[in-house]
């Protein structure tokens, strides 16, 4: 298989393949990346943007829950253009976020078959193996190896769609330090088959990350304490079965409202509360939740002979 020096040989191989030979062989996607920087000394002259955007799954996370970033690639204001190859790199990942998995999305290993998934930003294109891949490991912080590249050597590629480039999986640790974070994209490329680079705002890139927030279960307000007003919130939602949200004291993410969630509030209950210490027990009456015991860890099982009751009742009305 032909390894190139830089993208630019790619695709010049692409369109002239009796002119190109390979000259190095086994290089990283970063060296083969950078060789087309130097292409480009000013701003593409193109009316529209190439956009990258780093998407989580959840607006907030509770400390010890888990979390996956999409990141997806959108041409569509630049949509007579074909992108060829993608790289991007997620940086200044905090120590308290572990990597459990990351991934291409499915159906994009099926060589010499076209890309089969149609979240795929590179659907119903054919890949080029050495160069289609995410990171699986943090280093210093990053991870670094992510790059796409269309099997059409340089001459073909998806135009005028958004779509996927690849999925991450963390998990939050339980000291994680609670706030408002995002999934940090840098040193993104993208090249189109003319070989334009899009890169810098200058050049036609467009960055997004969404921000996400990291929280204590039980904190339905993130005013970074979990009281009686954070109670009475999933009291209301308590017994919802979809589309609840972390207000409503959906802590875990799996969109109801159930034991798990309540057991994760009654564990935290009276953190960042100053005074007197709080009573859980009397507090979880004042809202409906009677029956409920003291959140001892030892005792948390307990909490299920009221709620299953309670839930039993609010899922009838």
Request: aromatic share 8%; no cysteine; charged share 20%.
């Amino acid at each position: 298989m032909e390894i190139y020096n830089t993208l630019e040989d790619m695709y010049d191989s692409g369109k002239n393949k009796a002119k190109r030979t390979a000259r190095n062989i086994g290089i990283g996607a970063l060296g083969a990346v950078a060789g087309l920087s130097a292409l480009v000394s000013s701003g593409n002259a193109y009316a529209g943007n190439m956009i990258i955007e780093s998407v989580p799954d959840k607006a907030v996370v509770a400390k010890g829950g888990d979390i996956t970033f999409k990141i997806y690639a959108d041409s569509r204001e630049i949509s007579d253009k074909k992108i060829g190859a993608s790289q991007w790199q997620i940086w200044q990942i905090p120590s308290y976020l572990q990597l459990t998995s990351a991934s291409l999305p499915d159906g994009t290993n099926n060589s010499p078959g076209p890309s089969t998934n149609p979240e795929d930003f590179y659907f119903d294109f054919p890949m080029w193996d050495a160069y289609n891949r995410v990171d699986t490991s943090i280093s210093g912080g990053l991870l670094n190896d992510n790059t796409r590249i269309s099997a059409g050597g340089g001459v073909d590629g998806p135009q005028n769609r958004r779509g996927l480039l690849g999925i991450y999986n963390f998990h939050v640790d339980s000291g994680a330090v609670s706030g408002i974070q995002k999934g940090d994209l840098n040193v993104v490329s993208f090249y189109d088959t003319n070989s334009v680079k899009y890169w810098l705002p200058a050049h036609n890139l467009i960055i997004i990350e969404n921000n996400y927030t990291i929280a204590d279960a039980g904190n339905t307000d993130l005013d970074n304490d979990v009281d009686l007003v954070d109670l009475g919130a999933l009291a209301g939602g308590y017994g919802m079965t979809s589309g609840a949200t972390w207000q409503q004291g959906d802590f875990d993410g799996d969109g109801d409202v159930d034991l798990v969630d309540l057991g994760g509030l009654a564990g935290n209950y009276g953190l960042g509360v100053p005074g007197a210490p709080v009573n859980f027990q009397n507090d979880a009456s004042k809202v409906g939740l009677e029956g409920m015991v003291s959140p001892e860890p030892a005792t948390l099982g307990i909490l299920g002979i009221g709620a299953l009751s309670l839930m039993g009742r609010r899922k009838r009305k």
